[in-house]
């Protein structure tokens, strides 16, 4: 028997293309735009946005029963809240220079509408087991999303990869630089960030027209 | 047979293939074609696209002419001093700055229509339809707004960002809301500002000068290229004023981007395109006067003493109302940037708010930006933004008044023959 059904494989695969949070939902702009200057940022991001979505829909499902619906939004608040905190503490221990880089927004991911919106809509009335299948693969259609845009941005507006020089170095002017290449300056200021997520909506758009809206 | 029969039979042959387009393309490009309108009678105007695009090419030349020669005198006067006798064919118009000229300035152009046709002919191709002579203007205006030293691998890649980015992902020409010869500028500005702005890019060689002076070479002369503006943002005034004069600054004679210095041939191009009905005057005026306006503002605030002398915006608020018009790239903005009609404002009234507000914020974006003293690229894709916006709101106030109109309207019924009807008492 396989590990997954193809329903729960479909759980996790469908938000990383047909149904991504970002592209197609265009939900957790903010945070998309905001720390994707550097591909560590970004990493890091989806895999604390993992973390707290995967923990966070099993918590709410299995809590789902016992929530009265008048106050679902301040027990949805308490559990991502705490969860983010704990991601918080975390990197601040292990990783204190990236928790800077990544400064208020790890705190926000409290505030990301994806998270919220996959408790109200899928961990509310589904089993646990399928709530963790589809917060994982909501996070990770997120981070698919967070880390391109890293990586060009990174590529483009730097030079480096995870810090790793790629092009040369630009002040001894080794490697590409000593042609003349350039950093591109433009790519570390968010509105970079917009234009790559529109030309990755428009790409995906054009390879499948069923995605288009109407209006 | 001829090239123009050839081209068609080409042009027939790919009928309905993958390529088509880019055949129609140059067919279309070199000869208004064969095939009239088949059933119907239509009136056509004469001005259509392309006469259009080509009136605006036609007013562009001049500029282009005189920029080829200001680049190789800005560069001889960096390095030899201004002449002291300045007679136009002797110091002007001579072969070595035309070299300057020619080496700079025309591959820029190159780049530019190469690069941004390319991008037309591929888009074409891929949306099956035929190619847009959107192009064909931006093409002339990119070259005439970036410093002469400009790299031409960053014109070719802003070419691509500002055709793709500022115009096909809209649907192509006519469906922009940005400028794309302000946006490639604009993308220039914030990808690689150290080649955009400063005082070392406006002048040929005068940074790659620096930086071999600054790398311990001896044996070069410095260039100092400061635009007239740039001066003044330093608080220079006297020393700007000391090498050029105010007719400098209007016949263009200054340093500066390639093709914006010449206040005087943008005013000539400005009157062409307006006797030529190509572009709206009530959009180039009001521009002028909201410049002058918030000129004298800043005057004003000179002269009441509220800015000293120590101020870093003293020299830029400090300087005459009306020079704003003659430095920098206010004309040229004004005359071929601002009247686009894609992206500027439809409707009358719009216009004059449009073009208020640009000439009014691109002065106030020089005086107060930090980084760099100039404003009118800015300016004006800012007002490209809300044009719509505009227009919007004086249909709505049309539409407002005339229901208004309508409803406080006397109805007088008539007879037969038209005469009003007295109204019977009990009627009114």
């Given at each position: 028997m396989a590990l997954l059904t193809k329903k729960d494989a479909g759980l996790i695969l469908d938000p990383l293309a047909d149904n991504n949070p970002i592209t197609i939902q265009v939900l957790g702009i903010c945070s998309a735009l905001a720390i994707t200057a550097e591909l560590e940022a970004s990493i890091v991001m989806s895999i604390a946005v993992i973390f707290v979505l995967g923990v966070g829909n099993v918590v709410i499902s299995l809590m789902r029963n016992i929530i009265p619906s008048k106050i679902r939004i301040i027990v949805q608040l308490i559990v991502v809240a705490t969860l983010v905190i704990v991601v918080d503490q975390v990197l601040k221990a292990f990783a204190y220079e990236l928790s800077k880089t990544l400064g208020a927004f790890v705190g926000l991911i409290i505030t990301n509408c994806i998270i919220m919106g996959r408790f109200e809509a899928f961990a509310l009335a589904n089993g646990p087991w399928k709530s963790f299948l589809d917060g994982i693969g909501n996070a990770l259609g997120y981070g698919v999303i967070l880390i391109i845009v890293g990586f060009f941005r990174e590529l483009l507006g730097s030079g480096t990869l995870l810090g790793i020089p790629v092009f040369g170095d630009p002040i001894a002017k080794t490697?590409?630089?000593?042609?003349?290449y350039e950093n591109n300056g433009f790519m570390i200021i968010p509105p970079a960030a917009l234009i790559v997520v529109g030309i990755i909506i428009w790409v995906q758009r054009s390879r499948n027209p069923a995605l288009v809206e109407e209006n | 047979m001829s090239l123009k029969s050839k081209l068609h039979e080409t042009k027939m042959k790919f009928q309905g293939k993958k390529m088509a387009p880019a055949f129609n393309a140059i067919h279309t490009f070199l000869f208004a074609p064969n095939e009239t309108t088949h059933n119907g009678s239509h009136v056509r105007g004469a001005d259509d696209l392309k006469r259009t695009m080509n009136t605006v090419i036609m007013a562009l030349v001049p500029v282009l002419i005189f920029s080829i020669f200001n680049a190789g005198y800005q560069h001889y006067a960096g390095l030899n001093g201004f002449p002291e006798n300045f007679s136009l064919m002797e110091h002007f118009l001579t072969w070595e700055n035309a070299w300057i000229g020619i080496i700079k300035v025309l591959p820029l152009l190159a780049v530019s229509y190469g690069v941004g046709l390319l991008v037309e002919f591929i888009f074409a191709v891929i949306k099956g339809h035929e190619v847009e002579e959107g192009y064909l203007v931006t093409g002339i205006l990119v070259p005439l707004i970036v410093p002469v030293d400009t790299p031409l691998w960053m014109l070719a890649v802003a070419v691509v960002f500002g055709v793709v980015i500022g115009k096909e992902v809209f649907g192509g020409t006519g469906m922009n809301i940005l400028n794309p010869a302000l946006t490639i500028r604009a993308f220039l500005f914030f990808a690689y500002p150290t080649w955009m702005s400063g005082d070392k890019v406006w002048v040929h060689q005068a940074r790659e000068r620096s930086e071999q002076i600054l790398a311990g070479a001896t044996d070069i002369d410095a260039i100092s290229g400061e635009t007239i503006l740039g001066y003044l943002a330093q608080n220079k005034g006297a020393a700007m004023e000391a090498k050029y004069t105010v007719m400098d600054m209007f016949w263009g004679f200054v340093p500066g981007s390639v093709g914006e210095t010449s206040a005087f041939l943008c005013l000539l191009g400005g009157l062409f395109l307006i006797f030529s009905k190509i572009a709206s005057w009530r959009i180039m005026v009001s521009a002028v006067i909201g410049s002058l306006v918030m000129g004298l503002i800043f005057n004003g605030v000179v002269d009441q003493g509220w800015i000293g002398e120590t101020s870093k915006f003293y020299g830029l608020m400090s300087f005459d109302y009306w020079k704003h018009l003659i430095v920098g790239g206010l004309a040229f903005g004004i005359v071929y940037m601002a009247t686009d009609p894609v992206t500027g404002a439809q409707t009358n009234r719009g216009k004059w708010i449009y073009g208020f507000l640009i000439g009014f914020i691109s002065v106030m974006i020089r005086v107060f930006n930090p980084a760099y003293p100039e404003g009118v690229f800015l300016a004006i894709l800012l007002m490209n933004v809300f044009a719509p916006t505009i227009d919007h709101y004086v249909i709505r106030g049309n539409v407002n008044r005339r229901m208004k109109r309508l409803k406080n309207a006397v109805v007088h019924p008539k007879d037969s023959d038209g005469k009003a009807v007295e109204l019977q008492a009990e009627t009114v």
């Open positions: 490697g590409l630089y000593q042609f003349g | -």
